[in-house]
């Protein structure tokens, strides 16, 4: 089972605010280069985005779906990944004190990752899943109230995205 928590040290709606601007996608999934709106208002049901992740010289473009939305608290999403399948990647968000504890459950739901996922995979997903939300604390932390970047933390070029 592929699931994991941090303790983000802001308010629920700073997170909400990052996790509701589909163009900051790429800024914490981790393998994602670029992401842009494909359909609809993200995050509601049914909205897209499109998303490229680079392997060296080849870049490959895929889609996520916003599957299920409660703003503030619950963004299901499908991630598409070509050949590999589908896979559904749930985030909660529950207040802490003054913070926002977020939990990741993903599961490969469809073509080559759901047939072949087993408890390696999860090993996988789970380390995936450790970079991931390292990456969205690290941008929640230096933004303001609103998600949006500060403009000392995020220097040129909008922050590091490593």
Do not use: F
Request: hydrophobic share 40%; aromatic share 4%; glycine share 10%.
């Amino acid at each position: 089972m592929a699931v994991r928590h941090r303790l983000i040290k802001v308010p629920p709606q700073t997170v909400w605010a990052v996790l509701a601007d589909g163009s900051r996608y790429a800024e914490w999934v981790v393998g994602t280069s670029a992401s842009r709106p494909l359909r609809g208002q993200w995050p509601q049901v049914g909205a897209s985005i499109a998303y490229e992740v680079a392997i060296g010289p080849v870049h490959l473009t895929n889609e996520t779906v916003v599957r299920r939305c409660e703003e503030g608290s619950v963004l299901e999403l499908e991630a598409q990944a070509g050949a590999l399948g589908t896979a559904r990647v749930a985030m909660e968000l529950r207040p802490w004190g003054e913070h926002t504890l977020v939990i990741v459950d993903e599961h490969p739901l469809q073509g080559a990752g759901g047939t072949l996922h087993n408890a390696a995979v999860d090993v996988l997903l789970q380390l995936r899943h450790r970079a991931m939300l390292r990456r969205l604390a690290e941008t929640c932390e230096r933004a303001e109230p609103n998600g949006r970047p500060t403009t000392a933390a995020a220097g040129p070029g909008g922050g590091d995205r490593a």
